[in-house]
C-alpha cells in the first residue's frame, strides 16, 4: 500500500512522521540494549529521553527534507536535475519549509531569533519581579535558577549569535556580488538546527525536576549531578554549535570563492570582513563548548569521570578542566557576538555621515588581531577558580591588550563621524547609543582585566552590570541599528521614522537605568544568581526592576513597527539610504537570483564625498575600466552603474 502523498512529499507532514518513527526507534534501541546488559529496569524513561533527544530531532530533519538530495545521491541513483522550486519565497508559506534562497533563509534566522529575544524577555521579567524587593516571592530557588539560565542561554545562542548569522545570511552574498552562498542545502540545514535546539531548551522547563538550572556556563560538577533538565541544555547546545559551524562554513566559502569580478579583499565591505573574522572564530571555537558539552554528557549518561568533584578511586576527574575548555570557547565567543555588529557600525556609520570609513585597513586588520588575541585571554574568567595562580599575570596582560584592536575601531568611527553630513535616522541613532554603551562596557572590561578588582567583584552584580552593557548595549544595539538599516531592503517597505526614534530613545534611556545601577550594588557586595538579597539592597533592586519593566515594554514598540511596516508600510525605492555597496543596486526586496548581471567592482565599498565615485557597475569585466583598490571611479555611461 503506497503511502499519502503528504507524507510521501518532504514537509510537516512527514517530519511529525519521522519524529514519531524516530521515537519509536530511541525507545526500542534504548529497551534492547538494557535487556542484553541485564540493565533494570529494562524500560528507564531517564536513558529513554536522553537517546531520544538525539534521535527525535534526526527523525523530524529527515522528515522536512533538510537532507533528501544527499540521501539521493549516497544511494547511488542518478542525480536529479535541479528545478529550484525550493529556492526563493513566492508566499508566506515558503517561510516555513525546506528553502535554498540565502535571502529566505536570513528572515528565517532573524525572525526566529527575534522570537527568542521575546521568549527571553519575559523571562528576565520573571526575574526581575522576584527581585524587586527582599525575599522569595513567587519563585522557588530552584525556580529561578532554571529562570535565569534559561533567560541567559536563550539569549546568546539562540538570539545574539544566530540574528548575526541571519542578516549576514541576507546581506553578505549581494554585498560580493554573489548569486547566492556557496553551500545553499547546507545554508537550509543549518537553519533548521537552530528551532530544533531553541524548543529544547524551552521543552526543558517540562523536564522532571524542572529546567537546566546551573547557569549557561553549565559548570561540572553541579551540571552533572542535576536532574535529567539538565541534558537538556547539553544536546541543544550540540544543535545550535552545529548550525553555527555550518554557517561559519558557507560563510568562509562564499567570501573565498564567489566575490564578484575586481572584489578584491580591500575592496570587501567591512561588514564582509566583520563576518568573515567571526566565522573564524566559530569555526576554531565552537567545538571547544560542544566537547564540554559531549563530555558532560558521557558523564551523565555512561558514567564517564570526566569532571568528578573528587579525585580518587574511581573520581579521578577534573573540574577545573571544564572551565578552561569551557571558557576556550567562550571568551572568543564574546567576539563572536560583537565582531559582525562592528561590520554593522561601520556600514550605518559611513553611510549616515556621508564620508568613508577612516582607516579602512585598519579597521580590517583590527578585526584579524581579536580573532588571534580571542584565544589568549579566557583564563581572566576564572581568577577566583582555583587554578594555577601563575597563569593570572598572563591572563591580565593579554586582556587589557585585546582592547587595542577594539580601541582602534572605536576611534576610527569617531573619526569618520568627525565633520561628516550627519544623518540622525533610526539606524544612525542606534549606531550612536552603541558607540556609548559599548564604551561604558568595555571600561568596565579593562577594570576588570585587574586581577584584585575582579576577585573583589567576581561573583557581584558588577559582573552583570558589564555583561549587559557589552551585550544589550553592545550588540544588542547593532542588531537594532542593522534591522532598520536593511529593513527596506529586505522586506520593500519603509519603517515608521517616529516610531522608531521613540522605540531607541525609550531604549537607551531605560536600558542605562536598568543597568547602571547594578554596577554600584556590585561593588556594595550584592551578589548574582541568588534569588533573595539583603535589605540594604532592596532600593536599587526595586528602582532597577521598575526600569526593567519599562525596557521591556519598548520592545513592543519595536514589534509593532516592524509588523505594521513589513504588511503596509510605504514601499521602498531601491536605494533610499543613497549607499554605494552593491546591495543597494538592486530592487527592493532583491529578485530571486540577486542579479541579472554579474556586477563588476571598480572602487573601494565608503568613497562617499568622492565626485563620480562608483564602487560596483554592471559591466562585463572586460569593458569596466579597473582602478586601484579604495579610489572613487569616474562615471560610465548613463544606466551602467552604482552612484552615490
Not at 75 to 94: I, K, N, Y
Not at 252 to 266: D, E, K, N, Y
Amino acid at each position: 500500500m503506497a503511502l499519502p502523498a503528504k507524507l510521501r512529499a518532504p514537509g510537516w507532514y512527514r517530519a511529525a512522521v519521522g519524529d514519531v518513527i524516530a521515537f519509536a526507534f530511541a525507545f526500542g534501541l534504548t529497551v534492547l540494549i538494557r535487556f542484553l546488559m541485564h540493565q533494570h529496569p529494562v524500560i528507564d524513561p531517564h536513558a529513554i529521553t536522553i537517546v531520544a533527544l538525539l534521535c527525535v530531532p534526526a527523525g523530524f530533519l529527515l522528515g522536512l527534507g533538510t537532507c533528501d538530495y544527499w540521501l539521493y545521491w549516497a544511494s547511488g541513483r542518478p542525480t536529479r536535475p535541479e528545478s529550484h522550486s525550493d529556492h526563493g519565497a513566492r508566499s508566506w508559506r515558503d517561510y516555513f519549509r525546506v528553502n535554498t534562497d540565502h535571502k529566505v533563509i536570513g528572515i528565517q534566522y532573524t525572525v526566529t531569533s527575534f522570537f527568542f529575544l521575546f521568549v527571553g524577555g519575559l523571562l528576565a521579567m520573571l526575574i526581575r519581579a522576584q527581585l524587586a524587593k527582599p525575599g522569595m516571592q513567587f519563585l522557588t530557588p530552584e525556580q529561578y535558577n532554571g529562570v535565569f539560565s534559561v533567560h541567559a542561554t536563550v539569549l546568546i545562542f539562540l538570539f545574539v549569535i544566530p540574528v548575526f548569522a541571519g542578516l549576514a545570511n541576507f546581506v553578505l552574498p549581494l554585498m560580493i556580488g554573489a548569486p547566492d552562498m556557496a553551500f545553499p542545502r547546507l545554508n537550509a540545514l543549518s537553519y533548521w538546527l537552530l528551532p530544533i535546539g531553541g524548543v529544547m531548551m524551552l521543552l526543558s522547563f517540562l523536564a522532571p525536576g524542572g529546567s537546566f538550572a546551573a547557569g549557561w556556563t553549565a559548570y561540572a560538577p553541579l551540571s552533572t549531578t542535576m536532574p535529567i533538565g539538565q541534558l537538556f541544555f547539553s544536546i541543544a547546545v550540540q544543535f545550535a554549535g552545529f548550525s553555527s559551524i555550518f554557517t561559519a562554513l558557507n560563510f568562509l566559502v562564499t567570501i573565498i570563492t564567489m566575490r564578484a569580478p575586481g572584489m578584491s579583499f580591500f575592496r570587501l565591505p567591512l561588514l564582509v570582513w566583520a563576518n568573515f573574522s567571526t566565522s573564524l572564530l566559530v569555526v576554531i571555537a565552537t567545538p571547544f563548548i560542544a566537547a564540554s558539552q559531549f563530555f558532560i554528557l558521557l558523564d551523565v549518561a555512561l558514567h564517564f569521570h570526566f569532571f568528578d568533584a573528587f579525585v580518587g578511586a574511581g573520581n579521578n576527574g577534573n573540574v577545573i578542566m571544564y572551565q578552561h575548555v569551557f571558557w576556550f570557547y567562550s571568551h572568543p565567543a564574546v567576539y563572536i557576538m560583537m565582531l559582525p555588529g562592528f561590520g554593522i557600525i561601520s556600514e550605518v556609520i559611513a553611510v549616515k555621515s556621508r564620508k568613508p570609513i577612516f582607516g579602512y585597513r585598519m579597521m580590517a586588520f583590527s578585526l584579524l588581531a581579536i580573532v588571534v588575541l580571542g584565544f589568549t585571554v579566557w583564563a581572566h574568567h576564572m581568577f577566583v577558580s582555583g587554578m594555577a595562580p601563575w597563569i593570572r599575570i598572563p591572563m591580565m596582560i593579554t586582556t587589557a591588550i585585546i582592547a587595542i584592536p577594539t580601541g582602534i575601531k572605536i576611534f576610527s568611527w569617531l573619526a569618520t563621524l568627525w565633520r561628516g553630513v550627519l544623518h540622525m535616522d533610526t539606524p544612525m541613532l542606534f549606531a550612536l547609543g552603541f558607540l556609548t554603551m559599548f564604551t561604558l562596557g568595555g571600561i568596565s572590561g579593562v577594570m576588570l582585566a585587574m586581577i584584585p578588582f575582579d576577585i573583589h567583584v567576581s561573583q557581584t552584580y558588577f559582573i552583570v552590570a558589564h555583561l549587559h552593557y557589552v551585550l544589550f548595549g553592545g550588540s544588542l544595539m547593532t542588531i537594532f541599528a542593522g534591522v532598520y538599516y536593511w529593513f527596506p531592503k529586505m522586506t520593500g517597505r519603509m519603517y515608521d521614522e517616529r516610531l522608531g526614534k521613540w522605540h531607541f530613545w525609550l531604549t537607551f534611556i531605560f536600558a542605562n537605568l536598568t543597568f547602571g545601577p547594578m554596577h554600584i550594588i556590585g561593588i556594595e557586595g550584592m551578589p548574582r544568581r541568588v534569588a533573595e538579597y539583603a535589605a540594604k539592597f532592596a532600593t536599587w533592586n526595586l528602582f532597577i526592576s521598575i526600569c526593567s519593566f519599562f525596557l521591556g515594554l519598548t520592545m513592543l514598540i519595536f514589534l509593532y513597527n516592524i509588523v505594521a511596516s513589513w504588511r503596509s508600510g510605504p514601499r521602498a525605492a531601491a536605494n533610499p539610504w543613497r549607499a554605494l555597496t552593491l546591495e543597494w543596486q538592486v530592487s527592493s526586496p532583491p529578485p530571486i537570483f540577486n542579479f541579472d548581471t554579474v556586477p563588476t567592482v571598480v572602487g573601494g565599498p565608503y568613497e562617499y564625498g568622492v565626485p563620480g565615485a562608483v564602487h560596483g557597475i554592471f559591466k562585463p569585466p572586460v569593458e569596466a575600466k579597473p582602478l586601484a583598490a579604495g579610489v572613487g571611479a569616474s562615471a560610465g555611461p548613463p544606466g551602467g552603474e552604482a552612484r552615490e
